[in-house]
Structures are given as structure tokens and as C-alpha cells.
């Protein structure tokens, strides 16, 4: 009896330690584990800070080993925390403009209005080369979510009285689609939408952008902010006083 | 003794399972933690995103619930990361340029040759408002090390046969203890090192860096490159081919 009460008691004695080891242990591993980056973070990390400031310069895919980065970070918070971020520093910026009675903000659309995560979740998140036809179908959907923060971003401006207008990279056939796509994802009340028409054919994005914003300027419009997730959105001549730039690690447009 | 077997086959068979219960516990509790950002992280996060592609616009301390992040940041493995991912570019692009003769590339000092983190460790990183004071006794002191992946860029351009010109907000007066500091971290034969004199006094940073560089321009030198950590390093006219932006999360130069 005193052998089984011996027994009992270490056996009782070690039921309640337990979870008091299990506890120590489980705080011993999460410590370091929250301060754990894995190498494949830290570089893929790095590697989007290349590409958000235009470091990377060209790039055709994403690299192999982010795959799985970028697709936890398009589809978790971060997405819409940046870019959320970034609607509050355009409207900031917004509140402090003196209007004029020209004033322009100019957004592009795939990436900065609409988002076409829909279409590159089923397609690599940037890890395939693009393929055209396969996106223009795509397009032909007219089936792209707003970019919430930009819808609401887009809609204060409108009221503040600035002039929105759309400048896309998409080619004239695409007019209708991309319009009836733009009205079902909450946009309205553009000035404005510009598409590559046949002249536009070969052009740089950055020079086609540039000389669409240079006839508005033309037309004395005060481009007082431009929205894009490509730098190739914002930069050239005739720019925005500010230029805002959105999240885009899934791919790169000159 | 068939009590006693059987408590103590328990106590075995508890003992035995109870490391395969704990490693399924901290399964469990380090999945979502490995997963887990917290509200403060996301937001820093985005907040750096937003200084680093300066749609931030212009700021003067970094906000104080990030201070613990960019601290992080700074002093972990991701300032050193980012820096060598741009160093990467930097030189990727770098052998590519087809040289002229007169091939330059142009950096800026603080935070991009040399870092002056010991500093700002002691200063709140970038929580604080700038000290001019301050700053200037501890670079009076000509002690802050080099940014290693910069120097290592340095380097491999002069080997190259391009042609490398610091360009400083410091002033003219700081000459001395900034040639000493560059030397002492290891940089060397720049061909010239341009500070602000008298006339560049209360010119925005763009806007004498740009001036400098069209010294350049016009005496006949292609600015392949040009690396800094602000904006103002990079843009307004005469600039680079390329330009790197280098991390920053600290502090805000217009």
C-alpha cells in the first residue's frame, strides 16, 4: 500500500507539474520564435523593400523562395494595412491643398483602384511570367474588387471638389469592360478614363502616363496628387506635386 | 505488486507521452504565434513602407509607438538585410553600364556611407526631435562607422573605373572630421567631396544636391548612380540612371 501510495502520489505529483513544464517549455520556444525571422523572410522582406522603392529596377517574377511571402502578404493584413497607410497619407496631403478650380488627382486602375488578386491568387501571386491572353480574359470578366482603401480615398477627393481622372495602361477595346468593371466595384463620376489607344502602341508606361498628364496640364489642370502601385504610374514629367505609391510586390511594369 | 506494475507502467507510459503532448502543445501555441503580428507591428510596418517610398511626405519624428520596432529594426538582422539587397542592385546594375570615360556615380554620406546608429541609439532612434547640436558633436567626433554592404559597393564601383563624388548636407566646416571619419571607416580616393558652402545655406536638400549634380552633368560626366537614403539624395534634376534608395526608418531629410 505504501509502494501504491508512493507510486500514486509521484504519478498525482507529475499530472500537476506538467502542464506547469509544458507551460515553461511552450515559453521557452515562442520567446525566440517571436523574435525568429527565417532567413526566406528577412530576404524576402529585403527584396520587397528592392522592389517598393524601385531599387529592383526590372523584374519579370517574383523569386522562387517568396512565393509562399507573397502570398501571405497579399493575402493577410498587410495588403490592406499598407495600403491603407498609404490612403491616409494622399488624404492628408489632400486636406491641405488650395484648390484652384482646375484640380486633378490621377489614379491608375489595376493594383491602385481595382485589385486583380482574384486573378493572381490563381496564378503564382507574380510567380509566372505574364501571360496576356490569360489576363485579358480575365479582364474581359469585369469581375476585379476595389482596392477598399482607394474607394475611399477616391470617393473624400470627389467630395473635396478635386477632379478624379483615370489614367490605365489598358488598351481602347478594353473601354467598355474596364468601365462597367470600374462602376460595379463602386467608382464613379471620373472625368476622365485614358486607355493606350493606337498611337499609345509600344510606348513605355512611364512616357505614355507622362504625356496623358501633360495634356491635362495642357488644359491647366493642377495635378495635385497621382496614385499608382508602379513607379512607372508616377514618374516622367508633367508629375503629380505628390505621388503616392502602393503596395504591388506581385509584379513590374517599365 | 499487480497495483504497483500497473501505477508504474502508467507512470511510464506518462512519462513516455508526456514530450510528444508538449511538443504538440507548442505546436499548437507557436502555429498562429509564428503567424501572429501584432496591431502594433502591422501598423509600423506600413508606417516604414510609407516613409520608404516617401509617401509620407515630410515628417519629423518617427511616431512613438513604433519606437521598440524601429529599434528592432535597426539593431536586428533587417536594416543589414535591406542594405545589402540594395548594395546587391546597386552592383547588379552597376555591371552593366557601358563606360564612357567619364562615369559617375554619386553618394550621399550619412546613413548610406556611414551610419550614424551608434548615435541615434542614444538618441531615441529618431524619436526625438533633430539636435543640431547634438548631431554635429558627434560628428565632430569623426567615429561612425561604415555601412558595410555600402562599402563593399564602393569598392567593387571604384574597381570598375567609375568615377565616385560624395555629396553631404554637412556643412563646409564639417570637412575635416567628415574626411577623417570616411577614412577611418575605410573609404577612400573619392575624387571630390561636396559640402554645403555659404551660398547653399537654407536650400532645400533636393534642390542643392541637384545643382551639384549638374556641376557634374556639366563637365561631362554620365551619372550612372547615384545612392542615398532620402528621397532628396535622388530626385529633382541632373539625377542618375539609376537611383538606390537606401533604408531609413529614423529620420526625414526635404
Wanted: with cysteine; glycine share 6%; hydrophobic share 35%.
Amino acid at each position: 500500500m505504501a509502494s501504491d501510495q508512493t507510486h500514486l502520489t509521484l504519478l498525482l505529483l507529475f499530472t500537476l507539474i506538467s502542464p506547469i513544464l509544458s507551460h515553461s517549455i511552450i515559453q521557452q520556444f515562442t520567446k525566440p520564435l517571436l523574435h525568429f525571422t527565417s532567413a526566406n523572410t528577412l530576404y524576402c522582406d529585403s527584396w520587397r523593400f528592392s522592389v517598393e522603392t524601385n531599387d529592383a529596377g526590372s523584374w519579370s517574377t517574383i523569386p522562387e523562395k517568396c512565393i509562399d511571402y507573397v502570398k501571405d502578404y497579399m493575402t493577410g493584413d498587410r495588403y490592406t494595412s499598407d495600403s491603407e497607410v498609404v490612403a491616409d497619407d494622399s488624404l492628408e496631403y489632400a486636406k491641405t491643398v488650395e484648390l484652384t478650380g482646375k484640380d486633378a488627382w490621377v489614379f491608375d486602375v489595376d493594383e491602385t483602384l481595382l485589385s486583380n488578386l482574384p486573378y493572381y491568387a490563381d496564378n503564382g501571386f507574380g510567380s509566372q511570367i505574364y501571360d496576356e491572353e490569360s489576363f485579358n480574359n480575365w479582364v474581359e470578366m469585369s469581375e476585379a474588387p476595389s482596392l477598399p482603401a482607394s474607394l475611399r480615398l477616391y470617393n473624400e477627393l470627389e467630395e473635396m471638389g478635386i477632379t478624379v481622372f483615370l489614367l490605365t495602361g489598358r488598351d481602347e477595346y478594353q473601354r467598355n469592360v474596364t468601365e462597367k468593371n470600374l462602376l460595379q466595384a463602386g467608382f464613379s463620376n471620373w472625368k476622365k478614363l485614358f486607355l493606350r489607344g493606337t498611337s499609345d502602341k509600344g510606348k513605355a508606361a512611364s512616357v505614355y502616363k507622362s504625356e496623358k498628364r501633360m495634356e491635362l496640364v495642357d488644359e491647366g489642370y493642377v495635378i495635385h496628387g497621382c496614385s499608382g502601385d508602379q513607379w512607372s504610374d508616377l514618374s516622367g514629367y508633367a508629375v503629380a506635386t505628390r505621388s503616392f505609391k502602393l503596395p504591388n510586390p506581385m509584379y513590374y511594369i517599365a
